[in-house]
């Protein structure tokens, strides 16, 4: 997958409105039906409207971050660029994805210090959080949950409280088929969402 970085969303749209429903279909696994593709994100459904981009929840509870902007480029992206492959079940952390190494400074400030300074002074506020988001419950860490970003295709972040001696942290690991569908630059966006999402809908927790 080509770099996304400074590209406008137009192109993306462009690019979009001229692929083959049915051969995006298939590659990806994304159901096309009524000219717009259902997708599945993160516990709620979508709407993408084909051929003129426009992606809409279905329920009036979703998160306002998972349709916009930066949710509709990584839609776009992965429609035009990206694959479903079935998970060996293995889970990967960001800096041993592919690039993952080059951008891993970034993605530790972006998303896993973010995370772990957001909620980890709240455990029991994100344990409501988590479920809302679709979250699945972990045996892992104080607080660790397994989120769908698309169908089987799961981001787990891990949360750890305080204690007398450390601040709380977090790790953040992707199954290990994530990275046919998008590239490491596309998933410090993905880790940006979802923490967002998180964030948001804590305010009405």
Known sequence: ???????????YFEKFRE??????????????????????????????????????????NCPKTLYDFKMEIIAARFLIEGRFVPSSGQFKAYRD????ELYDANF??????????????????????ALRLGGVSLRQSDA???????????????????????????????SDNIQFAFNAEDLAVVGDILISALAEISKNV
């Open 108 to 129: 530790q400030g972006r998303c896993i210090k973010r995370f772990a300074y957001t909620f980890g002074y709240k455990i029991d506020l994100y344990n409501k959080v």
């Open 1 to 11: 997958m080509e770099n996304s970085k400074d590209v406008p969303r137009e192109y």
């Open 19 to 60: 692929i083959d429903p049915v051969e995006v279909s298939e590659r990806t696994g994304a159901k096309f039906d009524d000219n717009r593709f259902i997708l599945e994100v993160l516990g709620h459904t979508l709407y993408l409207e084909w051929p003129e981009f426009k992606l809409v929840p279905v329920d009036n």
């Open 97 to 100: 994805l592919p690039w993952g």
């Open 144 to 174: 660790g949950y397994d989120y769908a970003l698309f169908p089987d295709m799961i981001c787990r972040l891990l949360l750890w409280a305080p204690d007398e001696e450390f601040p709380p942290s977090s790790q953040i690991l992707f």
